[in-house]
Nanobody, 116 residues
Framework: QVQLVESGGGLAQAGGSLRLSCAAS????????INWYRQAPGKQRELVAG??????NYADSVKGRFTISRDNAKNTMYLQMNSLKPEDTAVYYC???????????WGQGTQVTVSS
């Protein structure tokens, strides 16, 4: 059974940093596309960053501030968030597209709140 367990969310001040983690089991991250999404109240879920065969990509709103990475030995993916802004406040979700079952898998979500 595929499981994605997120951690690292919390409260930060504007200009501060947080690192989100997503530990995977039942699926090998290095063999699949991985992504981070976020969703603010009343808004659509937004793709923040991803790694696929085409390389690494970021939403314009986070480019230069956020970094997506993967530790293959730990089968864990990360989102390093620097220079945080209040508009980064959202629930953040890790995502993996599983080729075998041809479906998306999602973490439970972790709240990130940035105060001014």
């Amino acid at each position: 059974q595929v499981q994605l367990v997120e951690s690292g969310g919390g409260l930060a001040q504007a200009g501060g940093s947080l690192r989100l983690s997503c530990a995977a089991s039942g699926i090998i991250l290095s063999m699949n596309a991985i992504n981070w999404y976020r969703q603010a109240p009343g808004k659509q879920r937004e793709l923040v960053a991803g790694i696929s065969s085409g390389g690494t990509n970021y939403a314009d709103s986070v480019k230069g501030r956020f970094t997506i990475s993967r530790d293959n030995a730990k089968n864990t993916m990360y989102l390093q968030m620097n220079s945080l802004k209040p508009e980064d406040t959202a629930v953040y979700y890790c995502n993996v597209f599983g080729w075998y079952a041809k479906r998306d898998y999602w973490g439970q979500g972790t709240q990130v709140t940035v105060s001014s």
